[in-house]
C-alpha cells in the first residue's frame, strides 16, 4: 500500500525561527512528489519535485528531495504569521498521475 | 493563471436530498481533474478520477452510485452526491490537471457539505 508520512503533525514556533517540514514516503511507481499550503480552504501549490538533490526555492521557502532515503524536506526561514497553515506533501504515482497524500503539518507561528 | 473555481463553498441538505458540486477550470483546459474528500483534521483522501468524454475511475470503496462524476467539458466536471446522508457530511475538494504540463493539480477552494 502506498504510504506517506509527514512529521511533525504539528508545530508552533515563534516569528522570525526556521522550520524544518518531512515527508516520507513508500510508494510504487514515483513520478515526482509535491508541496502545498493550505490555510483554510483550497491547497495551494508550493513546489514539484522530481530529481534529486536539486533544491527548489520560493522567496523564504525551499524543497529538496531524495529518492534514495524517500523523503523531502521543505524549509521556511523567517517565519512570518503568514506562513501559519497546514502543509501537505502529496506523492504523484503513476502514469494516471493520482497524488497520494500525507496526513500534513500544522505549522502555528506566533508573535 | 491555473484557477480552479468550485460552486457551492457551503451546502446544508436534508437526508435523501441529492447536491451536485461544480468544479471549473477557469483559465485552461483540464483533461483531467480529480475529486477529494477530506475530514476534518485529516487529509485528502482521492474519490475519483475524472477524464474529459469518459467514464470516471473510481477509488476502491467509493460507491459510483452515490457519487455520480461528469466530466462533460474540458473546463467543467460535476459532483452528485445522491440520496445524501448524514455520514456524507464533509469537505469535498477538486482538482485540475492542465493539459500539455507538468502533472501539478489546481484546487478548488472546496465545499462543505452538511447533511441534515
Known amino acids: 500500500e502506498d504510504k506517506v508520512v509527514q512529521s511533525p503533525l504539528s508545530l508552533v514556533v515563534h516569528e522570525g525561527d526556521t522550520v524544518t517540514l518531512n515527508c516520507s514516503y513508500e510508494?510504487?511507481?514515483?513520478?515526482?512528489l509535491l508541496w502545498y499550503k493550505q490555510e483554510k480552504k483550497a491547497p495551494t501549490f508550493l513546489f514539484m519535485l522530481?530529481?534529486?538533490?536539486i533544491e527548489k526555492k520560493s522567496g523564504r521557502l525551499s524543497s529538496i528531495l531524495d529518492k534514495k532515503e524517500l523523503f523531502s524536506i521543505l524549509n521556511i526561514t523567517a517565519t512570518q504569521t503568514g506562513d501559519s497553515a497546514v502543509y501537505l506533501c502529496?506523492?504523484?504515482?503513476?502514469?494516471?498521475?493520482?497524488?497520494?497524500f500525507g496526513t500534513g503539518t500544522r505549522l502555528q507561528v506566533t508573535l | 493563471g491555473a484557477v480552479v473555481s468550485q460552486h457551492p463553498s457551503w451546502v446544508i441538505c436534508k437526508s435523501g436530498t441529492s447536491v451536485k458540486i461544480e468544479c471549473r477550470s477557469l483559465?485552461?483546459?483540464?483533461?483531467?481533474m480529480f475529486w477529494y474528500r477530506q475530514f476534518p483534521k485529516q487529509s485528502l483522501m482521492l474519490m475519483a478520477t475524472?477524464?474529459?468524454?469518459?467514464?470516471?475511475?473510481?477509488e476502491q470503496g467509493v460507491e459510483k452510485d452515490k457519487f455520480l462524476i461528469n466530466h462533460a467539458s474540458l473546463t467543467l466536471s460535476t459532483l452528485t452526491v445522491t440520496s445524501a446522508h448524514p455520514e456524507d457530511s464533509s469537505f469535498y475538494i477538486c482538482?485540475?490537471?492542465?493539459?500539455?504540463?507538468?502533472?501539478?493539480?489546481?484546487f478548488g477552494a472546496g465545499t462543505r457539505l452538511s447533511v441534515l
Open positions: 482538482s485540475a490537471r492542465e493539459w500539455g504540463t507538468e502533472n501539478i493539480q489546481y
Open positions: 483559465d485552461f483546459q483540464a483533461t483531467t
Open positions: 502529496a506523492v504523484e504515482i503513476g502514469t494516471a498521475s493520482k497524488l497520494t
Open positions: 510508494v510504487t511507481n514515483f513520478r515526482s
Open positions: 522530481t530529481s534529486s538533490g
Open positions: 475524472s477524464n474529459e468524454g469518459s467514464k470516471a475511475t473510481y
